[in-house]
């Protein structure tokens, strides 16, 4: 079983940035991130497979999501936040090209005031 930890979370006002990191246990060839905001369903963010990307047309263009294998590290670059992307933050490995999730990680509070 993969292990996932994510830190980097915390509270910006809109128009900052932050970067989430998600440490994992072993290496698996895709990988996302999720958010889930309070009252509504948790949804896909970005995903990973090797340098292939794709992202949910409400962060396209101001999140990066990338990898570095040799860390077992996965990350998420957040720029220009708005308040509609508080959310608690999850990493997980996921089945590729969908947002099907094996493993998830315990997550990370990201509050954007504005």
């Known amino acids: 079983q993969v292990q996932l930890v994510e830190s980097g979370g915390g509270s910006v006002q809109a128009g900052g940035s932050l970067r989430l990191a998600c440490q994992y246990s072993?290496?698996?060839?895709?990988m996302g991130w999720f958010r889930q905001a309070p009252g509504k369903e948790r949804e896909g963010v970005a995903r990973i497979y090797t340098t292939r990307t794709y992202y949910a047309d409400s962060v396209k263009g101001r999140f990066t999501i990338s990898r570095d294998n040799a860390k077992k590290m996965v990350y998420l670059q957040m720029n220009n936040l708005k308040t509609e992307d508080t959310a608690m933050y999850y990493c997980?490995?996921?089945?590729?090209?969908?947002?099907?999730?094996?493993?998830w990680g315990q997550g990370t509070q990201v509050t954007v005031s504005s």
């Open positions: 072993y290496y698996t060839y895709c």
């Open positions: 997980a490995v996921i089945k590729c090209d969908t947002w099907y999730a094996d493993y």
